[in-house]
T-cell receptor, first 112, second 112 residues
Framework: NAGVTQTPKFRVLKTGQSMTLLCAQD?????MYWYRQDPGMGLRLIHY???????AKGEVPDGYNVSRLKKQNFLLGLESAAPSQTSVYFC???????????FGPGTRLLVL | DQQVKQNSPSLSVQEGRISILNCDYT??????FLWYKKYPAEGPTFLIS?????DKNEDGRFTVFLNKSAKHLSLHIVPSQPGDSAVYFC???????????FGAGTRLFVKA
């Protein structure tokens, strides 16, 4: 039982490049979330999903897209990376909306 | 506008003493509150929660107090241990909502 896993762990991008962050959970949770963590800002919700095939915008969705084609996977895409997207990205899942979330180990992204 | 505020960026406590971490919120529609703990290079992990119908919840060394009239909650750790040194995030959920709003976090240092 791996819980929530994220790939990659670390990535360096140049401005304008694209990439996809992968999140996978093996707990059969309906709800999945993508957050970014920046110094002094806590965790801010980028996008979330309430079930397979659904996605919705969070607090800071601009510049990101997501897809939930399979219940266990939640993908976060950056189409054209910007230095302001340098951050640590966390994926989380939960069995019930807004209740205890289980987080992955994070992806550290540096955009030059 | 930060709906969940943790006004102390850091706190230092002697081993064996009590640690008190504070959190204020502005949205009266929040009905469920959570505390997460985060070690460096790891994802946050759930610590303890409280529903808005209660004013106290206890789990071993950890107790969360909720004062709805003051829109304030606090996490007490007694006795504090060096292994408790981490960043603690306060979080809150809207009634019937899917999203959780996180505070900026408080870094706790427990000195041996």
């Amino acid at each position: 039982n791996a819980g929530v896993t994220q790939t990659p762990k670390f990535r360096v991008l140049k401005t304008g490049q694209s990439m996809t962050l992968l999140c996978a959970q093996d707990m059969n949770h309906e709800y999945m979330y993508w957050y970014r963590q920046d110094p002094g800002m806590g965790l801010r919700l980028i996008h979330y999903s309430v079930g397979e095939g659904t996605t919705a915008k969070g607090e800071v969705p601009d510049g990101y897209n997501v897809s939930r084609l399979k219940k266990q996977n939640f993908l976060l895409g950056l189409e054209s990376a910007a230095p302001s997207q340098t951050s640590v990205y966390f994926c989380a899942s939960s069995p019930v909306a807004g209740m205890t979330q289980y987080f992955g180990p994070g992806t550290r992204l540096l955009v030059l | 506008d930060q709906q969940v505020k943790q006004n102390s960026p850091s706190l230092s406590v002697q081993e064996g003493r009590i640690s008190i971490l504070n959190c204020d919120y502005t949205n009266s529609m929040f009905d469920y509150f959570l505390w997460y703990k985060k070690y460096p290079a790891e994802g946050p992990t759930f610590l303890i929660s409280i529903s808005s119908i209660k004013d106290k919840n206890e789990d071993g060394r950890f107790t969360v107090f909720l004062n709805k009239s003051a829109k304030h909650l606090s996490l007490h750790i007694v006795p504090s241990q060096p292994g408790d040194s981490a960043v603690y995030f306060c979080a809150a959920r809207n009634t019937g909502g899917f999203k959780t709003i996180f505070g900026a976090g408080t870094r706790l240092f427990v000195k041996a």
